[in-house]
C-alpha cells in the first residue's frame, strides 16, 4: 500500500453553515463511494474554501460524520484567483491504498467541474 491524494470539489449556492455541512458531506461521501474506501483507510483531509464562505467550518459536518472523529482534518482558505468558481470547497483526502494514480477517481461537483475538467469524474 501507499498514500495517494484524492481530489474534490463542490460549490455551494450561498454562504450559511446549511449550504456548507449538506455540500462537505454530498462531496466527501461521494469521493468515499466511488473510490471505494472505508475511514479505516483514510490517513488525513485537507480542506479549503473560497474566501467568501466563512458562514460554518466544513471540517464540523466531517467531524459529526460516523466514523470521521478520529480522521485528521485541516482547514484553510483558498487562494482568490480570477475566473476561479466562488462559494467553494475542496477537499484533499490522504488515503492508504493499493489502487495506482489512474485509478483514483477525483471528483468535483456542481460549478467546481470548472477547476480540472481534464480530472473530472462524476458530476
Known amino acids: 500500500m501507499v498514500v495517494r491524494g484524492i481530489r474534490g470539489a463542490i460549490t455551494v449556492e450561498q454562504n450559511d453553515a446549511a449550504n456548507i455541512h449538506q455540500a462537505t458531506r454530498e462531496?466527501?461521501?461521494?469521493?468515499?463511494?466511488?473510490?471505494?474506501?472505508?475511514t479505516d483507510l483514510i490517513a488525513s483531509c485537507f480542506i479549503t474554501t473560497t474566501p467568501d464562505l466563512n458562514a460554518a467550518f466544513p471540517a464540523q459536518a466531517i467531524r459529526e460524520m460516523a466514523g470521521w472523529d478520529l480522521i485528521p482534518l485541516m482547514g484553510a482558505l483558498e487562494v482568490q484567483v480570477p475566473g476561479a468558481p466562488p462559494l467553494c470547497i475542496?477537499?484533499?483526502?490522504h488515503v492508504n491504498t493499493a489502487?495506482?494514480?489512474?485509478?483514483?477517481?477525483?471528483?468535483?461537483?456542481?460549478?467546481?467541474?470548472?477547476?480540472r475538467p481534464d480530472l473530472q469524474q462524476k458530476g
Open 90 to 93: 475542496r477537499l484533499l483526502l
Open 99 to 115: 489502487k495506482t494514480q489512474e485509478e483514483i477517481q477525483h471528483i468535483y461537483l456542481r460549478d467546481a467541474v470548472r477547476l
Open 27 to 38: 462531496l466527501l461521501l461521494t469521493m468515499v463511494e466511488e473510490n471505494q474506501l472505508s
